[in-house]
């Protein structure tokens, strides 16, 4: 059955030409009253309608005609975050933020130096001081990512899950998002003093995962998390 149906718009692009991962999951973190775990089994296109499809169980999927992009499944997101980062922290490892120097997808809503303030997210995720094992940036939530009452839409909640993990593992890679599994206990305001934060949880070969976690300006973890990333072969 067909719930909905969206596009994405070019300024949600993740690499050239299709919409970033963690925006393209958020899309049905819209229709889904649960945890879940997103897995993306195409680039997902901009500017071409895509339908939200109730498939079997509790499953959903984000398709066109007969191709998948994206398909959903209830998952448990239980894992422990770490506490979270003072503003000061945050700020100061988004200085180290590796993706200022060089980025393989410099126009990235999420993570893409290139982008403008309000127009992109701009989280810029650096190591912590002190703690190289942990990557933090803040972030103030832009007017333009508001639905009711001005809670940050759940795709947007996300997207800033998304990109920092990258970092954490690793963001000389060339890596594209495989899977998220998602929690959002709350949704963040927007204009709200907000941190992102995110942590390797290792790999092998070609996969690779990360944890994240958002961090509203009470200091209350506002939602979770964990990654698969896979590496791909540069040509």
């Known amino acids: 059955m067909k719930l909905a149906t969206v596009t994405i718009a070019n300024r949600f692009r993740g690499p050239p030409g299709s919409g970033n991962g963690g925006y393209t999951v958020g899309l049905l973190a819209r229709y889904a009253p649960e945890p879940m775990t997103v897995r993306l089994h195409l680039p997902p296109p901009l500017g071409v309608p895509l339908d939200v499809v109730a498939a079997d169980g509790d499953a959903l999927q984000l398709s066109a005609g007969t191709i998948v992009y994206a398909s959903a499944t209830p998952a448990s997101v239980d894992f ?30 999420v993570c893409g130096p290139a982008r403008a303030a309000g127009d992109g997210l ?18 103030q ?13 759940p795709e947007f909640m996300a997207a ?9 593992i690793g963001g000389d890679r060339l890596m594209l ?3 998220l599994s ?10 709200e003093q907000c941190s992102v934060v995110a942590w390797s949880l290792g790999g092998a070969g070609r996969k690779w995962r990360a944890a994240t976690a ?14 698969t990333w896979i590496e791909l072969q540069r040509s």
């Open 80 to 109: 422990e975050v770490p506490a979270a980062p003072a503003p000061a922290t945050a700020q100061d490892a988004a200085t180290r933020y590796a993706g200022l120097g060089a980025h393989l997808f410099p126009g990235c809503f």
């Open 122 to 139: 701009r989280i810029f995720a650096g190591s912590v001081a002190g703690d190289p094992t942990l990557y933090a940036a803040p972030w």
């Open 141 to 153: 939530p832009d007017a333009s990512l508001a639905g009711t009452r001005q809670a940050v839409r």
């Open 160 to 168: 800033a899950l998304d990109c920092p993990g990258y970092f954490a």
């Open 177 to 179: 998002l495989g899977s």
């Open 182 to 191: 998602l929690r959002i206990d709350r949704a963040v305001a927007v204009g």
């Open 214 to 227: 958002i961090y509203g300006a009470d200091g209350d973890c506002a939602a979770r998390a964990s990654a």
